[in-house]
């Protein structure tokens, strides 16, 4: 099995944002390999996002979604993701609109604009941001209904990985100061 992992930072000039942190950064990390099991226990896989020197403590999980890519000779009804530090289980159906590749997102709340687009998104679970915490997310996945999976030797036949949207958690020092910066506007403009 192969890793893999990038990083991208950007600025979102959204209001809401901006308050909360300011910089948007999406990081993704994945596996690839040959050899993919149809019940449990699973394929075990570890994407670890710590390459970026973050401090994940100072960071908010905004959005999330999981990816996998299999050889287009193979189909699937459903992929089955089981967290190892939470034993939180997502299941999440194959769309047959899409060849080889299915995307799978999950969205805070408080951004609803996250959850708009071409991706599915449903609502994230907090014990998916719990599982972030350091920074690694193990466990393992299988695929339901797709019959065994037999690959031809020397190829790799699937990749499945994940990527994170996360904005800066600001001391509490700073937010004061962009409070009582905001309050200190609203009061002028009253009067």
């Known amino acids: 099995m192969t890793r893999f992992a990038i990083a991208t930072t950007g600025v979102l000039l959204a209001a809401q944002v901006c308050l909360a942190g300011g910089i948007i950064s999406t990081i993704s990390a994945g596996n690839v390999g040959d050899t993919l099991v149809d019940s449990r226990p699973g394929t075990p896989f570890e994407l670890d996002y710590t ?8 960071k908010e999980l905004l959005s999330m979604y999981f990816h996998i890519q299999l050889h287009p000779s193979y189909s699937y009804s459903n992929l089955v993701v089981e967290l190892e530090d939470t034993g939180l289980t997502l299941s999440m159906p194959s769309d047959p609109n899409y060849y080889g590749t299915q995307l799978y997102g ?5 951004y609803p604009e996250l959850g708009q687009g071409d ?10 941001k719990e599982e972030l915490a350091d920074g690694t ?17 020397g190829g790799e036949y699937w990749s499945f ?13 700073t937010m004061a100061i ?4 905001a309050g200190l ?5 009253k009067r």
Do not use: C, K, N
Not at 178 to 181: E, P, Q, W
């Open 51 to 58: 390459f970026t020197g973050w401090d994940f403590s100072q």
């Open 106 to 110: 999950y969205y805070d709340l408080a």
């Open 119 to 128: 991706i599915p998104f449903v609502e994230m679970s907090s014990l998916l």
């Open 137 to 153: 997310l193990t466990g393992r996945f299988y695929i339901e209904g797709g019959g065994p999976f037999t690959p031809e030797p």
């Open 161 to 173: 990985g994940a990527s994170g949207m996360f904005v800066d958690v600001p001391e509490p020092a």
């Open 178 to 181: 962009l409070l009582g910066g």
């Open 185 to 189: 506007l609203l009061r002028r403009h």
